[in-house]
């Protein structure tokens, strides 16, 4: 068969695991049985299909020209209680836990959000609502602003809705666990309801 070099193509080295990143080559023959299947040449293109990038190398380390992977939203987590919960004490009450396990993240800044319908059955003390953020398995616990509302109408039919949100540097592979709580610093019952979590990246 005869080459007709006006058609002649290339195929790039690919890859097609999650993570995976070449590697600067060990030398520079790729035969000589010092190379796993990670090492590239200098210029080389290599794409992992998988995460949709794509690397070189300059011969000293490996550099990314393009990042296709989606980046905001990703590594998203919720959870949900739409139920009605009460609290006829000033002890906080756990209503809603999102909680990630460690080797799940991938690292960078992430957005924690916490929403919640509120209700006290009495205008003579506060609705409490209290988040906390533990990262790391164990590690610093964060209170985000506590959340104190002395209602001006205690009707059965007056429902208020609270939301805040806050950025979280996260390392790659750490946990995290979100807990909404809620309770009442006087007299009366504090209710809550349609409570919702969520954690999602916004950037590397």
């Not at 090492?39 to 380390?61: F, K, M, R």
């Not at 139920?83 to 800044?109: A, C, D, E, R, W």
């Not at 609502?129 to 506590?146: D, H, R, Y």
Request: overall charge negative; hydrophobic content about 30%; aromatic content about 10%.
């Amino acid at each position: 068969m005869t080459l007709i070099a006006s058609q002649a193509r290339m195929s790039q080295k690919r890859l097609t695991t999650p993570g995976d990143v070449p590697t600067v080559a060990p030398s520079n023959d790729h035969t000589d049985g010092s190379w796993t299947y990670l090492d590239i040449y200098p210029g080389e293109l290599c794409y992992n299909e998988a995460d949709g990038i794509l690397y070189t190398s300059d011969g000293s380390v490996i550099q990314t020209l393009i990042n296709a992977a989606p980046v905001f939203g990703s590594d998203y987590f919720y959870e949900q209680d739409l139920s009605v919960t009460s609290n006829g004490t000033t002890t906080f009450q756990n209503k809603l836990t999102l909680s990630i396990p460690t080797n799940t993240l991938s690292g960078g800044l992430y957005r924690a959000c916490v929403s919640y319908g509120y209700r006290h059955s009495t205008t003579n003390s506060d609705f409490r609502g209290q988040t906390l953020v533990s990262i790391a398995g164990g590690g610093a616990t964060a209170l985000f602003i506590e959340h104190r509302q002395e209602m001006k109408d205690s009707g059965a039919d007056q429902w208020q809705g609270w939301s805040l949100s806050r950025i979280i540097d996260v390392n790659p592979n750490d946990s995290i666990e979100i807990q909404y709580n809620f309770s009442k610093s006087g007299g009366g019952t504090a209710q809550t309801g349609d409570a919702f979590i969520e954690f999602y990246k916004v950037s590397n």
